[in-house]
């Protein structure tokens, strides 16, 4: 039996994953070998650098979601209690659509492409600017709680000069890199 899409709520969009994000990583990961829900959980989080893991919550809905719509198969020859899944040729058209919607839509990249830099290789001198970027974001957020706390015209004055010299600097690195 088949379930329409906009029936189904198999996952929750939170203020941090992407609305799609997980169907389409997904379906990435069952193009490129059969896996079961414990393995796609554990890929994704790897893939994450373990920022992120989806709960099983959202990967069994959506996993039962593409068996039932035909996208997915369920394996033969699954080991005793461990469901592996595979796209058949529909799901395999379904992937090829959901990345033309993604590559068409271009609001795709509004969440800052914070979980496109986990998707692919990344050299280990990125990720380590990665961490000095979530650092500064930490610091952000705490400056931010603390004039909203405790407000200062001179800590709002050197906390403004600080982040337009910021923004500039990051701004003239990135019109180099263009040349």
């Given amino acids: 039996m088949?379930?329409?899409?906009?029936h189904l709520h198999w996952s929750r969009r939170t203020s941090s994953v992407p609305k799609g994000y997980l169907r389409s990583r997904v379906l990435k990961l069952l193009n490129e070998k059969p896996m079961s829900g414990a393995e796609i959980m554990r890929e994704m989080e790897e893939k994450t650098s373990m920022r992120w893991k989806p709960s099983p919550g959202s990967v069994y809905p959506l996993l039962s979601w593409l068996l039932d719509s035909g996208y997915t198969?369920?394996?033969s020859d699954s080991e005793a209690g461990?469901?592996?899944?595979?796209l058949t040729d529909e799901g395999k058209k379904f992937l090829?659509?959901?990345k033309q919607r993604r590559d068409q839509d271009k609001g795709a990249r509004f969440f800052?492409?914070?979980f496109e830099e986990w998707d692919g290789?990344?050299?280990?001198?990125?990720?380590?600017?990665l961490d000095s970027w979530r650092k500064m974001r930490r610091?952000?957020?705490a400056l931010r709680m603390k004039l909203r706390d405790d407000y200062s015209?001179?800590?709002a004055a050197d906390a403004k000069k600080l982040v337009d010299d910021f923004v500039k600097k990051i701004s003239d690195l990135s019109e180099t890199e263009k040349v």
Avoid: F, I, N, T
């Avoid at 088949?2 to 906009?6: C, D, E, G, L, Q």
């Avoid at 290789?121 to 600017?129: D, K, S, T």
């Fill in 2 to 6: 088949h379930r329409s899409r906009k």
């Fill in 73 to 75: 198969k369920e394996l």
């Fill in 82 to 86: 461990v469901r592996r899944y595979e």
């Fill in 96 to 98: 090829e659509e959901d």
């Fill in 112 to 114: 800052g492409q914070q």
């Fill in 121 to 129: 290789p990344m050299p280990e001198e990125a990720r380590e600017l």
């Fill in 139 to 141: 610091a952000g957020h």
């Fill in 153 to 155: 015209e001179s800590l």
